[in-house]
């Protein structure tokens, strides 16, 4: 008789191997999420800057980069467009004003003086000859006054002899009154005479006048382009250095077209580009100093240029008082721009953190130095050396000042 035997109950070896297994993906992924959200990295301590944070007096300037420049450039055009015969300085040399600079040629300029000045004697031979004919009519109008005063007087002697004999009936009436006739007509004529040699000498002083300013203008015309003819010469409009002449002989230009550009040497300024962070904070007035030869002389800023390129904007400043030995112009000087009053402030040194975080949060070391952690900031104003902290750090804390690239996403970093 077979006895049947019982199957055992409980935990098996597989079952403790599927537990098991279960228990170790559970603790690596219990250990992923909590490395993910503390977001912890270890980082060579050699391989970053550390920094103190300190409370000093923060001096709100700006560093520049300044050229030397004239205090103005005037350009070199001339007003009457040529061909050059000769150049007469060259660059670099210095001018006075009145001073020759180019000498051109232009033919048809000298045609147009020699029709003008045609033009001229024809005008003033045609006004002789108009003067000699109103003289003439003039004396014929006189002739025939004279005439027709003589006629009017004898015909009123006539007259006043028919009367006296009509009044003695010595005439008939037929003769008296043609002799009365005769002479009243004779009085009307020699007034519309007289009313015409008015008018005639009216006309012919009006007529005299404008063929007189005619020949007026026609002079000054002669003069005006004789004038042009002189502007031929390109001469220097200020006292100072040629810096430019961009002309060869035998070329033609034209009126106006700039040729090159003459320096004032009466001062200098100093031309320098800040970047546009600041455009809102700079103005006419600034001071500023500039350290050289062991001495600092004052600048202040003289223009503020509104146009911004490549993220900066042009300004200029000049000397106040004294300025260095032998300045020259293209050199280059490092100019302390002021742009407000010194404070007392919390300064963390400049450092290339701020690229990545733009001065929003920064790593902070712990006071046993071995982690840094991640701390919203405020940072204010800045200078070449320090950073102006508003909010966010205290006097005597520690804090990574070099770059952040490659832990820019963790919370916390352990320094190794």
Known sequence: MDIQIEKKRGLQKRHIIYIVSGIVVLSLLVLIVFNSRTSTQHVDMKSVNIADVSFGEFSDYVRL???????????????????????????????????????????????????????????????????????????????????????????????????????????????????????????KKHSLVNERLVQDSIYRAIQMAQMEENLDNMRQNVILIRERKNKLDVRANIDGELGLLDVELGQNITAGQMVGQINDLSGVKIEAYIDEHYIDRVANGLPATLDRQGNVFDLKVRKVYPEVRDGRFRTDLVFEGEKPDNVRIGQTYYIDLQLGESTESVLIPKGTFFQTTGGKWIFVVDQDGGKAYRREIRIGRQNPQYYEVLEGLEQGEQVIVSGYESFKDKDVLILD
């Open 65 to 187: 980069n300044g050229q030397v420049k004239p205090i103005s450039v005037v350009q070199v055009s001339p007003e009457e467009g040529g061909i050059v015969r000769e150049k007469v300085v060259e660059e670099g040399a210095n001018v006075k004003k009145g001073d020759v600079i180019l000498r051109l040629s232009n033919s048809n300029l000298d045609l147009q003086i020699l029709t003008a000045e045609s033009e001229l004697a024809e005008k003033q031979n045609l006004l002789r000859n108009t003067q000699v004919t109103m003289q003439q009519d003039k004396l014929n109008n006189e002739t025939e006054k004279v005439q027709l005063e003589i006629d009017t007087q004898r015909k009123m002697r006539t007259y006043q002899q028919y009367k006296r004999l009509y009044d003695e009936k010595l005439i008939s009436r037929e003769e008296y009154l043609q002799a009365q006739e005769d002479y009243e007509v004779a009085v």
